[in-house]
Nanobody
């Protein structure tokens, strides 16, 4: 199985930046893609960005396109989310996830999840 550990969350001002990291300490065997989801209490967990592990092809939700950038370092088994131009509506718990394939936007397509890291945007 794949274990995922997120870090890098915290408090930032509107317009500021944060960089999230997700590490798979035991490797990424069988992983086709990794993604960042976010969730606010009482709302559904939604896809923020996704990257294929081998080819590095990316996808972004409309709400973050142009502001966020997803990347990965396969040798380090690490995925990143660079978050720029942060807005209060970006406040959420961010989750790292890994998929063996399937519907990229459905949480049920992802077999492995991190515990989440809190991102709070406030002045």
């Amino acid at each position: 199985q794949v274990r995922l550990v997120e870090s890098g969350g915290g408090l930032a001002q509107p317009g500021g930046s944060l960089r999230l990291s997700c590490v798979a300490p035991e490797g990424t065997e069988g992983v086709y893609a990794m993604a960042w989801f976010r969730q606010t209490s009482g709302k559904e967990r939604t896809l923020v960005a996704r990257i294929t592990w081998r080819g590095g092809l990316t996808f972004y939700a409309d709400s973050v396109q142009g502001r966020f950038s997803i990347s990965r370092d396969n040798a380090k088994n690490t995925m990143y989310l660079q978050m720029n131009g942060l807005k209060p509506e970006d406040t959420a718990t961010y989750y790292c996830a890994a998929s063996q394939g399937g519907d990229r936007e459905s949480p049920t397509s992802y077999s492995y999840w991190g515990q989440g890291t809190q991102v709070t945007i406030s002045s």
